[in-house]
């Protein structure tokens, strides 16, 4: 199995008079463009993808919308576990029951996102993630705390270079 950790893309500045809770912060025009250049890079690294699943906040289920367009993954499903705030054992035990051969993605949030990857491959240290920026944990069997092994860990520039430009590009 292997599972990718993709943080959301480029949201707007927090602003409690256009988004009363931080759940509802959209990505911004930009980051819509943005994201959807690194998910183009994405789908150059990965292949197999069945499903997405998706922190509850705006940003990343519009992120993950995306992935899902580009990559042409139909399923993707909302996780509270993949919320802000969410330590890396409830994230994992969301995912530890999939013994799938193939992908999946996880979009959420920082720091969770890069404690849950350090957690993964047994680091007592975080992979942080940037922006619509990824990495590529493997698993032999279930995923669990410590029994994964880190693929790659790239960061959006180089996904959105791999991603190419989209003539509308902002």
Known sequence: MQIILFRHGPAGVGDPTRWPSDVDRPLTPRGIV?????????????????????SPYQRAKETATILGEVLGVATVDTVDALASGAAPRGMLAA????????TV???GHEPDLGMLAGAMIGSARALPLKKAGACAIVFEGAARI???SLVWHVPPRILRKLGGKEAHAI
């Open 146 to 148: 410590g029994g994964g």
């Open 105 to 107: 993605i996880l979009v």
């Open 95 to 102: 995912i530890e029951s999939l013994h799938l051969e193939r």
């Open 34 to 54: 943005r994201t959807r250049r690194a998910a183009r890079g994405l789908a150059r690294l990965a292949s197999d993808v069945v499903f997405i699943l998706t």
